[in-house]
């Protein structure tokens, strides 16, 4: 089972563009890794 951590500087990024972060990771993830999608965990962080 595929997992992913990002962290991010906190404040930098809207929600909308780490959505769109995470959601081009997991197509990543599927596209060059054969990961299915169902079993992909993203965890996003934004540290200070």
Request: charged share 25%; hydrophobic share 50%.
């Amino acid at each position: 089972m595929p997992l992913v951590r990002i962290d991010i500087v906190k404040g930098v990024r809207s929600p909308e563009q780490v959505k769109k972060l995470a959601d081009v990771v997991q197509r990543v993830l599927l596209d060059h890794f054969n990961a299915p999608l169902a079993i992909v965990t993203k965890y996003v962080e934004a540290v200070a």
